[in-house]
């Protein structure tokens, strides 16, 4: 037996290549895209027919609550509708007290970031480097939220 030697020039080898796995790729692609026929639907109904109204959950309007810090109080205020927090604050924040305690204020924008933009109180992520401070503050939200809900 005689060994054959093959000689391939390397233009057709990397295009019989490319040939190959775009002919992989289109079976793939139509293989998948054939199985989504409107005979058998897999995917829900369009936004646009479903109307979607959330149950409420809190009564509208403005909460506050009291913060204590130190010898101040501070009013917390939770602004509402009947399923969404609209925003939060600290309504008399004074220069001193921001001082004290500088942490105060950075970390309820945090958390009035994420509770206006729709995550639930529980969900809430506490930062690691304000994680006391944040964890306060989100006791007199849940205590203001509680004193809106909904029974």
């Known amino acids: 037996m005689q060994t054959k030697i093959l000689v391939l020039r390397k233009n057709r080898l990397l295009i019989g290549l490319l040939a190959l796995c775009a002919a992989i790729l289109a079976l793939l692609f139509f293989t998948l895209r054939g199985s989504d026929?409107?005979?058998?639907?897999?995917?829900?109904?369009?936004?646009?027919?479903?109307?979607?109204?959330?149950?409420?959950?809190?009564?509208?309007?403005?909460?506050?609550?009291?913060?204590?810090?130190?010898?101040?109080?501070?009013?917390?205020?939770?602004?509402?509708?009947?399923?969404h927090i609209n925003s939060v604050r600290l309504v008399n924040l004074e220069e001193?007290?921001?001082?004290?305690?500088?942490?105060?204020?950075?970390?309820?924008?945090?958390?009035?970031?994420?509770?206006?933009?729709?995550?639930?109180?529980?969900?809430v992520r506490l930062d690691d480097d304000k994680k006391y401070t944040q964890s306060l503050l989100m006791e007199v939200i849940t205590a203001t939220l509680k004193k809106a809900a909904i029974q």
């Open 37 to 83: 026929s409107p005979n058998n639907p897999k995917t829900p109904a369009s936004p646009q027919n479903v109307s979607y109204q959330p149950e409420a959950t809190y009564r509208a309007g403005v909460y506050t609550s009291a913060v204590a810090l130190g010898d101040s109080v501070l009013n917390l205020e939770l602004v509402l509708d009947t399923s």
């Open 96 to 123: 001193s007290v921001a001082t004290m305690y500088p942490l105060i204020q950075p970390s309820l924008d945090a958390l009035a970031t994420q509770l206006v933009g729709g995550i639930e109180p529980e969900l």
